[in-house]
């Protein structure tokens, strides 16, 4: 048997450890654990799989498991929903890649002046791109950042309520909820849905204006929308929530941003969404940011409670530096003050999020410019209307909100007589991931599943999901 | 016999990087996209015409406009004005355990099996997810002693976040919620225990120490009642400081049937000598950023393993992974769910990864980890306390674990240099600033490093060579510190002590900056 040393723990070699025993002035480890009590140690060895000491067989290992999953490169992916498959450019992985980023943390502007000046850069880029002054660093997610707005929202106007539009994903409404805690906590925000048209997908003003009040602090919705239609009356609904003195918050997919209005062009006071379209890989979910962006009006700015870098000058001519901007009174970072009270200015948790992505979006941003999200968005409007063409044309298929729609659009398969998830098993017979299954989640949609087209499907590849469809579908 | 230690003559890149807006040129492309076939083409009409017209965007983002070699020079010289861990000795980020991320988990969790996955892939196509999932759930349960494990929570701060959603749910079903609106803490504790619970809707009570430094028992049972919802604390603290009365304090909040919540974000120094089970927590988390070695990119991805007793199982976030003998299932029906804390199931890559770190490593890997850190520690320790100008506050005569919080204060009345001057002035010796402490010190001129089993005898004593030079030049030519960083990628910023907290300082884009630049130079013209 080979000596036990670890490559990834220099002090391992027990002479080294001996030596600094030695220096430190104790005869053994365990007199340097004297502070913990013989009742709280645990008294076995830590019963855990036996390891793979050496880095080849680990790799082998962990492949053994890791090939068991199905990609999306080697099978044909129609799965979007709110976490989706576009082309992440090799700069983009590049960048992210540098050791510098992965493996920095807390260091501050001398240490890691790069850092912060990528940071500031994704701030604006991402803050230009969605049509706002501002936005910060991320936070966890689309859902994590709806729901922090709509409780800076709820600060900002010192009401209790807000309005969400029905058609928000389920998992982010889910995010919400919590965010705005149960009825019986005191600072519980209600959420009141409003329903949408069955046909169209869009707003039903008549409820809004039922539900709107001197008590509503925000109006959100998504646009484009989690079932994939755009939300034309941006605009309307913006005049409705401000005469009633609401916050217009709008969730966004950042890829449309070349295509589709900026929402501050039809109103919007706070845009959210998840950045990871922009260049970061899908990780079965983990690939997740959520940014918050808005007006640099100082109401909105110190109420984020996520973290922002401001530009500054130094002492050195001509040389740009950067700073935390309230790092200690905005964020959770100093939310007591020197006798452990609370600062009354304290707002919402932050913490590590999701910065490498930031790091990876801003290059993404930076490589496409205004062109290059101009054509990515065109050509994921032809791409996703040429599927919806074809689906159509296949008995018993109907596309709901097909003509209004961006990247996505629900396929409803009642007339099939065949339900969503048999479907779905199938067609991975045939290597095709079909789209989420919303049966469940908007049964007044009937059997439909939400299909999601972008930029890297192929026309073969629409064309081959179709063929396969019919053929499934006629059996 | 010491060695002696030669500082290096470092000096950290100089790009002086203009800001991406202002470099390239109109009509530059950094990459171009699939355009839709020509078929697609000619049989839709345009783009345009499937978006209303008022939904079309007026105006083109303003976005930089420029060539690939130009975007990945750019970044490129920004990535050289940071230093990783990678690239310096970061003993200096105490409490965050930057400890080395092995190269060959990157490749892992770079591999189409685990970066090309989408969340919503029918169950039997994410097998292999699921199984890393849930053998480092039951790794985790066995590490802590807690039943279940969830890694929704994208980071620690929302793990936190999620046990006082639990506490809420827990409450709920036992009709206390309205009663039950307090959540206590230790000021040394992250100041997330406070924030995290905050936004749950609890009211937080932080106990301050007592003259020796340990949160106080006493002070905890005056404070606890039927008002009580739980107790949110670390242990060691972030000063070291591990409290042996840790079971005592549980026990008082138990009392009053409150529930108690361990802290582990940073566990590197206790791991496989003390769990949480044996000190009577019904939950806590590990960030497996820190203790189980996936990088900290920048802040973040992170992952903030939750875990919990029996009892609250069924309140954990859905959905949860469970395991028949034969496959691996994702459970979605569990009526006393909190539901989501975040969407889908958490950052899995860096599960991935703390399980292929936990798995290169076995039982008494982990074992040597903490044992070396916490010796790592003590000799660091022992290096600084021999430097003019350092003090090690309170528990006196008393071991710390895996990290210390000391105090520059002497350093501070014997020649006006601060622990922020110090800090600085660390850069110029190639090594990241330290961290001070969280807000407010009470530790006064804080530095608080963690010399993690990463480290070797020489980067420690390199570490703490930095140190002693610049207490050197302190009392010899304080100057020198006050006005650095001198060999960094920029110098000091002018309004250093003031711009966090003046919003009217800030240009939060680069829009921003040009407007207010803008009204600055306008304002001169007025003047003149």
Known sequence: ?475 | MKKEVNLRKYHAPVWNEPIIMEIGRKGQRGILVPEAEEEIRKKLDDAESYISANMRRRELPKLPELAQPQVVRHYIHLTQEILGMDETIDISSGTCTMKYSPKVNEILAGMPQMADVHPFQDEDTIQGILEIIYKLDLICREISGMDYFTFQPGGGSQAIYTNACLLRAYYESKGELAQRDEVITTIFSHPVDTASPRTAGFKVISLMPNTKGYPDLDSLKSICSERTAGLFITNPEDTGIFNPGVQEFVNAVHEVGGLCFYDQANLNGIMGIARAREAGFDACHFNLHKTFSSPHGSLGPGCGAYGVKEELAKFLPVPVVTFNSEKYHLEYDKPSSIGKVREFLGNIEVVLKAYAWIMSMGAEGLLETAHVAVINNNYLEKLLLAIPGITKPYAEGKRRLDQVRYSFEKLKEDTGVGTIDVMNRMVDFGIVNYFPSHVPWIVSEPMTPEPCESYSKEDIEYWAAVIRQVSKEAYSNPEIVKTAPHNSSSHKIINAETIDEHPQLWALSWNAYLKKKRVGEENVKIKK
């Open chain 1, 1 to 475: 048997m080979f000596k036990k040393v670890y490559p990834y723990i220099p002090n391992s070699v027990p002479e080294i450890k001996e030596e600094m025993l030695k220096e430190i002035g104790v005869k053994g480890v365990e007199e340097l654990y004297e502070e913990i009590p013989k009742k709280l140690r645990l008294k076995r060895k830590l019963n855990i799989p036996k390891p793979f000491p050496d880095e080849y067989s680990l790799k082998k290992h962990v492949m053994s498991i890791l090939s068991k999953n199905k990609t999306c490169e080697e099978n044909l992916n129609f799965l979007g929903g709110g976490c989706w498959q576009h082309y992440i450019p090799a700069v983009c992985k590049e960048i992210m890649g540098r050791s510098e980023v992965l493996t920095a943390y807390a260091g501050e502007q001398y240490s890691d002046h790069g850092k912060f000046q990528i940071f500031f850069e994704y701030q604006s880029e991402l803050a230009a791109l969605v049509g706002m002054e501002v936005a910060s660093l991320p936070t966890y997610s689309w859902g994590m950042a709806a729901g922090l707005v709509i409780r800076m929202a709820s600060r900002i106007t010192g009401r209790k309520e807000v309005l969400v539009s029905k058609t928000v994903a389920p998992e982010r409404l889910s995010v919400i909820r919590n965010l705005c805690q149960p009825a019986a906590m005191p600072s519980h925000i209600d959420i009141k849905l409003v329903e949408y048209d069955i046909k169209t997908g869009l707003f039903n003003f008549d409820d809004l204006r039922r539900k709107i009040s001197s008590k509503t602090a925000a109006v959100y919705i998504e646009n484009p929308s989690y079932l994939g239609f755009i939300e034309t009356q941006g605009k309307e609904i913006s005049d409705i929530a401000h005469v009633n003195g609401a916050e217009f918050i709008v969730g966004v997919d950042p890829i449309s941003m070349g295509v589709l209005s900026a929402p501050s062009d039809y109103g919007a006071d706070i845009v959210v969404g998840t950045a990871q379209p922009l260049g970061i890989a899908m990780q079965c979910g983990g690939g997740e940011l959520g940014f918050i962006a808005h007006s640099a009006g100082e109401k909105y700015v110190v109420e984020n409670p996520t973290l922002m870098v401001t530009i500054t000058d130094t002492v050195e001519e001509r040389e740009y530096g950067f700073a935390w901007a309230g790092f200690d009174f905005r964020t959770s970072y100093g939310v007591r003050n020197e006798s452990g009270k609370i600062r009354s200015e304290s707002k919402d948790f932050t913490g590590t999020t999701s910065c490498l992505f930031a790091v990876g979006a801003a290059v993404y941003m930076a490589l496409m410019g205004p062109q290059g999200f101009k054509e990515i968005g065109e050509t994921i409007v032809l791409k996703s209307h040429y599927a919806i063409e074809l689906l159509s044309e296949i008995k018993g298929v109907k596309v709901i909100f097909g003509p209004n729609s961006f990247k996505e659009f629900v396929v409803n398969f009642d007339e099939t007589g065949r339900n969503v998830k048999d479907i779905n098993k199938t067609l991975l017979n045939y290597n095709i991931f079909g789209g989420k299954d919303i049966s469940k989640e908007f049964p007044e949609l009937g059997n439909s599943a939400l299909y999601c087209v972008t930029e890297i499907h192929t026309k073969e590849d629409i064309e081959r999901l179709v063929n396969v469809l019919k053929e499934v579908l006629s059996k």
